[in-house]
């Protein structure tokens, strides 16, 4: 199966720039995508392909990145923006998530 | 509006047969490319997906689980089914139905998902 590795947490203040890594175990092309989860809610679609904005998602969101190496940005970042970060791949069989990020504003 | 909800039987024995229906409304499961997943998540082993239904009644499993899976539908009440056998405690999860993005260049995301049920496993 694909690996996908983020970091476990991240910690930043309001109106700063964040980057979440995702990485693969190999190569996922695009097949890509990126959801946010709050506390007692299920994930929620922020970015798909790798970096198209899912609509209805603010344009704080962007996502790049190609093969293994994927970055999710916020910026700025908002108080709102308190969530976990997960990384799935829809490449290879079977689709596979990451651990999650945990992000927490200060 | 697509929305989606899943329902099941909260707790149940070890060795037990998990049924667990998925209630959707805003798309419709006969119509082509559309997919419903089930995912689940739990403290231990995060988020896994388990089983894709297509439109055309094609299955996809999880191969590290498929052996106790069984996905089906019933496309006239817009409902999906997931059978678990033999469930264990490390089954223990809040398990989501979502619906399958099926189009585009890079699809097989999932963009609409329900609120999640969850399954103890105790005895």
């Known amino acids: 199966d694909t690996v996908l590795t983020q970091s476990p947490a991240l910690a930043v203040s309001p109106g700063e720039r964040v980057t979440i890594s995702c990485r693969a175990s190999?190569?996922?092309?695009?097949?890509m995508h990126w959801y946010q989860q709050k506390p007692g809610q299920q994930p929620k679609l922020l970015i798909y392909?790798?970096?198209n904005l899912e609509s209805g998602v603010p344009a704080r969101f962007s996502g790049s990145g190609s093969g293994t190496d994927f970055t999710l940005t916020i910026d700025p970042v908002e108080a709102d923006d308190t969530a976990t970060y997960f990384c799935?791949?829809?490449?290879?069989?079977?689709?596979?998530f990451g651990s999650g990020t945990k992000l927490e504003i200060k | 509006q697509v929305t989606l909800k899943e329902s099941g039987p909260g707790i149940l024995q070890p060795s037990q047969t998990l049924s667990l229906t998925c209630s959707f409304s805003?798309?419709?499961?006969?119509?082509?490319?559309?997919?419903v997943g089930w995912i689940r998540q739990s403290s231990g082993k995060g988020l896994e997906w388990l089983a894709n239904?297509?439109?055309?009644?094609?299955?996809y499993y999880n191969p590290s689980l498929k052996n106790r899976l069984t996905i089906s539908k019933d496309t006239s009440n817009n409902q999906a089914f997931l059978k678990i056998t033999n469930m264990d405690t490390a089954d223990t999860a809040t398990y989501y139905c979502?619906?399958?993005?099926?189009?585009?260049?890079?699809?097989?995301?999932?963009?609409?998902w329900g609120q999640g049920v969850m399954v103890t496993v105790s005895s």
């Open positions: 799935q791949q829809s490449w290879n069989d079977p689709f596979t």
């Open positions: 392909g790798a970096s």
């Open positions: 190999e190569s996922v092309s695009t097949g």
């Open positions: 979502a619906r399958v993005h099926t189009m585009g260049i890079t699809p097989y995301y999932f963009d609409y």
């Open positions: 239904i297509w439109w055309n009644d094609d299955k």
């Open positions: 805003g798309f419709s499961l006969s119509t082509y490319g559309m997919c």
